[in-house]
């Protein structure tokens, strides 16, 4: 069936280090990509998506460049900040008739100073 | 703009109680509206989408129900409240017109613990 795979977390990092949180998905079709984040206490934001193949969502400087051959959105981050600690979520939608996202399980982040 | 309300922002009940959590949905008409659990250590889950007044699509077989009486209203219930329905209950929006890739806005969620 369809779905989203995320990397389990926690992922505890160092400020200014370099972050990747992987996702896969599989859908038939060509879906759109999305990462949505979760700061602590809050709902979620989207923080990024695209919506074919190739295309590089960007924001904050976190990036995702969807790509069909490996089925992969993986998210990445030149240099993190405290402030990035939070949850990330994997998600897509398309699914025929169906209007809503399918979300992965999330990744939760700790970036420590 | 377009602003989500949802209420309340913890809840904790006993097991056998009924449940109503309400969101609301500001400066737009005819939105996409969802209910997503978050259960501890887990993702979310799709709960129900509805895309107009009285359409309610159930994704996971559950005791929850939901409920659409006005346009930008989204209502979630219970008869009877299971120790399993505890989790953090996210409610959010999204424009009815776009495509299915429209971005989703989230509200602030209730935390529901059933004891």
């Known amino acids: 069936g369809n779905s989203v795979t995320q990397m389990e977390g926690p992922v505890t990092l160092s400020e200014e280090a370099f972050l990747t949180i992987n996702c896969t998905y599989t859908?038939?079709?060509?879906?759109?990509l999305f990462w949505y984040v979760q700061y602590p206490g809050e709902g979620l934001q989207l923080l990024l998506k695209?919506?074919?193949?190739?295309d590089k969502g960007s924001n904050k400087g976190f990036e995702a460049t969807y790509r069909k051959e490996t089925t992969s959105f993986h998210l990445e981050k030149g240099s993190v900040q405290v402030s990035d600690s939070a949850v990330y979520f994997c998600?897509?939608?398309?699914?025929?008739?169906?209007?809503?996202?399918?979300f992965g399980s999330g990744t939760r982040l700790q970036v420590q100073p | 703009s377009q602003t989500i309300h949802q209420w309340p922002a913890t809840l904790v009940q006993p097991v056998g109680s009924p449940l109503s959590l309400e969101c609301t949905v500001e400066?737009?008409?005819?939105?996409?509206l969802y209910w997503y659990r978050q259960a501890a250590g887990r993702g979310l889950q799709l709960l129900f989408y509805?895309?107009?007044?009285?359409?309610i699509s159930s994704e996971v077989p559950q005791n929850l129900s939901a409920s659409r009486p006005q346009d930008r209203q989204f209502i979630l219930s219970s008869k009877k409240l299971l120790l399993s329905d505890s989790g953090f209950y996210l409610c959010?929006?999204?424009f009815g017109r776009g495509p299915a890739n429209e971005k989703l806005f989230f509200g602030s969620g209730t935390q529901l613990s059933v004891l």
């Open positions: 859908a038939t079709g060509y879906p759109s």
């Open positions: 959010a929006w999204n």
């Open positions: 400066g737009t008409s005819n939105p996409n």
């Open positions: 998600a897509w939608a398309g699914g025929t008739g169906r209007r809503a996202l399918t």
């Open positions: 695209a919506t074919k193949a190739d």
């Open positions: 509805s895309v107009g007044i009285g359409q």
